[in-house]
């Protein structure tokens, strides 16, 4: 069974069991604690390649359901994300169900930092959306097995946005063979951590960026700082845009959206980006739209944290992130070459080093 029959599988009517083994999961940790109202789950995809490590998600899930079927997801695409950045990393991710703005507390995650250590290193965990390098210190009262502490490595979002940002100028490149980015109109949904510092890349550069957020406020912080268009959540598909950049959750490329956007290039931060991988990696490709895979161009934020895990300095993980171009402009080479959709040459790419290691059974 290849990668998007896996995706395809994350069915709400599956049993975890059924669903874990279809993916390939190693182990799925169900976290419940009544006293703090820690609610979570912990996924280990694959320690093929070293500890699995990914960042810590925390959402207001409609049902348990989705929550598994989102930490499922993650955690398997950080198996691909760090594979083919040629990182010493397996893949994990959690999720905490719960409002970031309102349910935090110190013994929450603290309580979370005990899951996390009885997991024994098989599992390292970071920030990611809803959580900040404040969080993860309570983590780290419990557990050794966190990174992206202040004082550390730090917030991973400046390096991912970092690489989303030279992933796009190698997008632009092999579309207009210049990677310059002056007077692109690239609309960004999402502006908190990592879609701010993305935007600050653009702005620098003279692109128009047209910017949305659901939180009003963010959004108000980038247009007065940046010079941003602030757009409607809803409208942000329908603007005249050369690139689509999605920094928020995944699934925004779907049948509804494609109708709507002109744009020639997708390349944003979010995770799993394509509704369905299959069927909208191919639409992109038949449509002419240039797509950079979101586990190979988003990757800064894990390279940031494996900087921490191996000792490496920031300047390292900068340069590292700038790597992104190179292999962004592979995946479009070859996807140009073979006629084969982007998102199946980068899967390709990251099952190539997996294998090596002998241990996964992709076909």
Known sequence: ????????????????????????????????????GLRAIIAVHSTVLGPALGGTRMWMYQNEADAMRDVLRLSRGMTYKNAISNLALGG?????????????????????GQFVESLGGKYITAEDVGINPNDMVHVSQETKNVVGLPGKSGD??????????????????AQTGSDSLKDFKIAVQGVGHVGRYLVQHLALEG?????????KETLQSVVNEFGAIAVEPQDIYQVPMDIYAPCALGATINDETLAQMTCSIIAGAANNQLAEEERHGQALMDRGIIYAPDFAINAGGVINCFSEVS????????????????????ILRRSEELKVPSYKIANQMAEERIMLKGSLNIT
């Open 1 to 36: 069974m290849d990668k998007n029959q896996y995706m395809a599988s994350v069915d709400k009517n599956l049993s975890p069991l059924v669903t874990m083994s279809q993916m390939g999961h190693e182990q799925v940790l169900f976290c419940n604690d009544a006293a703090t």
């Open 92 to 112: 994990g991710k959690a999720v905490i169900i719960g409002d970031s703005r309102t349910m935090k507390s110190e013994a929450l995650f603290r309580r979370f």
């Open 311 to 330: 000792g490496h300095s920031l300047d390292w993980s900068k340069q590292k992130a700038e790597e992104i171009y190179q292999t962004v402009a592979e």
């Open 156 to 173: 991973p979002s400046p390096v991912t946005a970092y690489g989303v940002y030279m992933g796009m100028k190698a997008c632009a490149a």
């Open 207 to 215: 692109a128009t960026v047209y910017a949305t957020d659901i939180h």
